[in-house]
Structure formats: C-alpha cells, structure tokens
T-cell receptor
C-alpha cells in the first residue's frame, strides 16, 4: 500500500512569507507526527496528533508554527513569518495506533519537505 | 533530561569487517529504543526495536540498562549497509521519538 506522502517535496520562500506543508499519512493510522531535521542533526519532534487533536505540541519552537489535522487524516503544518533559521527538512510520520497490535507505535516516515527560506 | 547520544559522526569499515555503532541514552523511566536507517535518497525507515529482539539484515542491538546503551552490531559488514543510522528512544505509548544526531556508516569494498 501507499506510504506516507508529503507535499511539496521542495519549497523555497522568502523571509517573512507564510508556508503550508502537507502530510498524507498511511490510511487508517491514528497517530501523526511532525519532525524537523536540520543539516547534520537528527529529526527533532515538533507535534503529535492522536486523531484530530494535538496530543503533544511541546516541540513547536514558537507561536509562528501551527499544525492542524481537522478530519483525523491529512495534516498541514503552517509557518507564519518565516525566518532563515526555519530552513530544514520537515518530516511527517504516522503510526497505526492501538489497533496495530505489537507494532502500534512503529512510526512510518514520509520523504520530507525541504524548506528553504531566503 | 531525555537525550540520545551517538558519539561517532562517521564510521568507515571494510567489507566483511565487524561493525558497531554506539548509542547511549539518558531517560528517567523505561524507554523503548529503536534504530532507524536512511539509505541514500530514501526515506527514514525502522531497522529494529529492542522489544522485538530480532536480527534484521544481520544487525542486532541489545539494550543494556546498566550502561544505558543500545549499540548496533553486525559481524560482517556489506557494502549495501552504507547509510545513515539513527538511534532513537520513546517514552512508551505513542509518544514522540527522541533521535540522536546519527552516524554515517561507510563500508568500503
């Protein structure tokens, strides 16, 4: 079946602009995660959804970052007033949830969106 | 503080040699430990997890709670093992993963 997909694959924007990054999780997965990966670093957690609600948003760096998952499937990460320091690869992952048996919390990653802020 | 440390940025070995990628963690409870791998131009994928105690592609990892380590080992490295390897921990349930900075493994012919 189809894995996690993310669009766009690349996004170049100017400082101060608004961007939206989209994630399509694996069908039926109840949990969805956003991570940010800067050059030379491992992925850093941003936010985690269980269904439609944000179960943990403690990784969002500031109030310019916001994410939604209105129908419990597709999620959008929104960044306002982008800064050069926001340049990174934004990764999305999903996991099956309790119906997934022993692998309920195995996270499947998308290919990422490379964001460049000029 | 919750932390995963991978001390080596780059590990270079010859084909057929043993390989060990180090991972140490800091966590106050009982974490679940994972190794993820990213091959060139591919997405991040799970290699193995400590609770399953499996050997995947010849790799094994044992959780040592006394040393707070979860080192990844393979007795005979292959060229196709060349990739970026990330150690990660989870506090359990469906919480987020905390990743190390990664180790790039290069297996030379």
């Amino acid at each position: 079946g189809a894995g996690v997909s993310q669009t766009p694959s690349n996004k170049v924007t100017e400082k101060g602009k608004y961007v939206e990054l989209r994630c399509d999780p694996i069908s039926g997965h109840t949990a969805l995660y956003w991570y940010r990966q800067s050059l030379g670093q491992g992925p850093e957690f941003l936010i985690y959804f269980q269904g439609t609600g944000a179960a943990d948003d403690s990784g969002l760096p500031n109030d310019r970052f916001f994410a939604v998952r209105p129908e419990g499937s597709v999620s959008t990460l929104k960044i306002q007033r982008t800064e050069r320091g926001d340049s990174a690869v934004y990764l999305c992952a999903s996991s099956p949830g309790l119906a997934g048996g022993p692998s309920y919390n195995e996270q499947f990653f998308g290919p990422g969106t490379r964001l460049t802020v000029l | 503080a919750q932390r995963v440390t991978q001390p080596e940025k780059l590990l270079s070995v010859f084909k057929g040699a043993p390989v060990e990628l180090k991972c140490n963690y800091s966590y106050s409870g009982s974490p679940e430990l994972f190794w993820y791998v990213q091959y060139s131009r591919q997405r991040l994928q799970l290699l193995l997890r400590h609770i399953s105690r499996e050997s995947i592609k010849g790799f094994t990892a044992d959780l040592n709670k006394g040393e707070t380590s979860f080192h990844l080992k393979k007795p005979f490295a292959q060229e196709e093992d060349s990739a970026m390897y990330y150690c990660a921990l989870s506090g359990g349930s469906q919480g987020n993963l905390i990743f190390g900075k990664g180790t790039k493994l290069s297996v030379k012919p």
